[in-house]
């Protein structure tokens, strides 16, 4: 796999995926942690919103929530993510 050198390209790639282009939620977290390594081992991450040349978890936990569904079925499991995202913050 060729890896990209912009971390605004992998930012573009992740905000593209979506939960329902993969088989089930595993893939979809599995595929957005893949593009998060890469993104860290990008030379130029420096301009991430940390500053400390990763991806902070803030930033991670959006990629992974921008695309879970906000209807009913998942309702409940949104609700538990951001309840937990609250207390990782506190």
């Avoid at 919103?49 to 959006?62: I, L, N, Q, V």
């Avoid at 992974?64 to 207390?87: A, C, E, G, H």
Wanted: charged fraction near 20%.
């Amino acid at each position: 796999m060729k890896v990209k050198l912009n971390v605004w390209a992998f930012r573009d790639v992740m905000s593209a995926v979506r939960l329902s282009d993969c088989e089930n939620v595993q893939k979809y977290s599995l595929k957005i942690q893949s593009y998060v390594n890469d993104f860290n081992l990008c030379p130029n991450t420096h301009s991430s919103s940390t500053g400390s040349g990763m991806m902070g978890m803030s930033e991670h936990t959006y990629y992974l929530m921008k695309s879970v569904p906000k209807d009913d079925d998942w309702r409940f499991f949104t609700q538990l993510m951001y309840n937990k995202i609250d207390t990782l913050a506190d």
